[in-house]
């Protein structure tokens, strides 16, 4: 990961800029550099992964124009080979050198072409022209707000934005700024047709289109590695990253002392893929003692998304501390496409689509906000299979009607795709899933909860929520997470819109915990 930073104001001091990326030193710990111009200063923080010389440092000028981009350009060679075929020249093997030569070629259009997991700022000098964009899904973050006098401020963090803006605003995936307008150039959910071809042809391209999507996301300079929960998501990335590798890769697994569910389950995909693997046991304490930390560093007070959370960060903490390990791969948004254990309820496949909608909308504040902090935090690069661009494509525009639970097996599509490929146990293929925080133990989330009801009385609870009229704290779990959240980021609570919750409207799932273990259809997901 890395931190970017702009700030459009004439005579701004880069001190500025440098207090305000001192907050983010984890995100970029190999260095900074600034990028004053007239109208302001371009700031970044580098962990480099891609181009590891000195070449591939950040900001990139090129004819009058500034970029820095915390990103990764998939197939940047073959774009880069063609750069250099109309005259181009490079400094670095940086994927992000190219970025500026293709605007010189595409204007703001070049956004539209990038298959990237990105998020940039840009400042053309000669058009005296502020450019800002993020990828279609938002794997990459990007916030931005406007100071006392109206000037706007991007970065990659809220923590960056805090004392220098009064309102801290997440910048739309799939969206680029322009002069003070935002245009969108990529709606992921956006749905001309749907494919109604035979349930086989659509599972072999389910399957030819993730395994492309993980094999971009193996190249990288640095040594990569993998979090490995046992669960359907992390081990089909595991295995089929194992399969295109031809060395071990490094598998982790975290969980409770006490009572982790996907340990065993983690162990057993570990050893049918011949992994180099580690387990990391956690305590109660460990829970606890994390809990403050984890909420700074996601600048959230979801509930799901901060129990998801504390397992995932002591992993990566260990994993930074412990090896040399820069990029990891992880299993998020896979959920969102196909179908969680509340999507069982959708009454019609209408519902589950666009329920899956709104979903894939807004994860750039959950899910994967989750992994990108969790993981930056502890200075690697987080990167997201599920998340490829053509996958997602492809997986919104199958008729939601197949990707309904009719099989009695959630997920079924993609539990199917790859079973002909006998590249994991069919005991692990076909498991159900468990709750994030429920595989890590069910004692987590009951150690949590157990110590909000200890911090307050049901008297100061009840005081204590209505004091906050936006997304007000319905239990005292989440009472206990406004607070931290507050004490780091007052007032901004409107950067997330609502609770990551089931859908309320439908029947079966008006509930008052996030966590699927609630749900009359839970089952077997917790053994």
């Not at 302001?40 to 992964?49: K, S």
């Not at 969108?184 to 659509?202: F, G, P, Q, R």
């Not at 990707?403 to 005991?427: C, Q, V, W």
Request: hydrophobic share 35%; with cysteine; glycine share 6%.
């Amino acid at each position: 990961m890395c931190t970017i930073m702009g700030y459009f104001k004439e005579g701004i001091d880069p001190s500025v800029l440098q207090k305000a990326l001192e907050k983010t030193k984890t995100r970029g710990p190999d260095d900074t550099r600034f990028y004053p111009f007239k109208k302001g200063v371009l700031g970044f923080q580098r962990l480099a992964i891609m181009g590891l010389s000195q070449e591939g440092m950040q900001p990139f000028v090129f004819k009058n124009s500034a970029i820095v981009c915390n990103g990764e350009i998939y197939g940047f060679r073959k774009l880069k080979k063609e750069l250099e075929d109309k005259g181009y020249t490079f400094q670095s093997e940086s994927d992000c050198e190219i970025l500026l030569p293709l605007y010189e070629e595409y204007g703001v259009s070049l956004f539209e072409k990038l298959d990237a997991e990105f998020a940039c700022i840009l400042y053309d000098e000669n058009r005296d022209s502020i450019i800002a964009a993020r990828d279609p899904i938002g794997i990459r973050p990007l916030y931005y707000g406007y100071d006392k006098d109206n000037a706007i401020v991007f970065a990659s963090e809220p923590k960056n934005l805090m004392g220098i803006v009064k309102t801290i605003i997440p910048f739309p995936p799939g969206h680029y700024y322009e002069d003070g307008k935002f245009v969108c150039y990529a709606d992921m959910t956006k749905v001309d047709s749907y494919i109604h071809d035979d349930l086989e042809i659509i599972c072999q391209n389910i399957h030819d289109l993730l395994i492309q999507g993980i094999q971009k996301r193996l190249d990288a300079d640095a040594p990569v590695g993998f979090l490995l929960s046992g669960g359907l998501d992390s081990s089909l990335v595991c295995a089929i990253s194992q399969k295109l590798l031809s060395k071990p890769i490094r598998t982790f697994a975290i969980g409770m002392k006490e009572d982790a569910i996907d340990l065993k389950y983690a162990r057993e995909v570990a050893d049918v893929i011949h992994s180099n693997h580690t387990e990391v046991i956690i305590t109660q304490e460990d829970v606890l003692n994390a809990l403050e930390t984890v909420i700074y560093h996601l600048a959230t007070y979801d509930i799901t998304t901060i129990r998801a959370s504390i397992g995932m960060y002591l992993l990566c903490q260990y994993i930074h501390e412990h090896t040399d390990i820069r990029v990891l791969l992880t299993g998020e948004i896979s959920d969102e496409l196909f179908g969680y254990k509340y999507t069982d309820f959708a009454p019609d496949s209408a519902s589950f689509q666009k329920e899956s909608e709104k979903r894939i909308k807004e994860i750039h504040m959950y899910d994967v906000l989750r992994a990108d902090r969790c993981i930056s935090s502890n200075s690697m690069e987080a990167r997201v299979p599920f998340g490829d661009l053509a996958f997602v494509r492809y997986v919104m525009q199958i008729d939601p009607a197949l990707k309904m639970n009719t099989y009695h097996k959630g997920k079924y599509l993609l539990r199917h795709a790859f079973e002909k490929d006998n590249i994991l146990p069919h005991s692990i293929l076909m498991r159900e899933k468990a709750a994030f925080s429920d595989a890590v133990g069910h004692s987590l989330r009951d150690t949590i909860q157990e110590a909000a009801n200890q911090k307050y009385t049901d008297q100061e609870f009840e005081e204590k929520r209505k004091q906050y009229t936006f997304n007000p704290p319905f239990t005292k779990e989440s009472l206990w997470y406004r607070e931290i959240f507050e004490t780091y980021y007052p007032n901004q609570a409107s950067m997330i819109k609502a609770f990551w919750m089931p859908n309320k409207d439908w029947k079966g799932c008006d509930v008052d915990d996030p966590s699927a273990r609630v749900l009359s259809n839970y089952g077997d997901s917790g053994k």
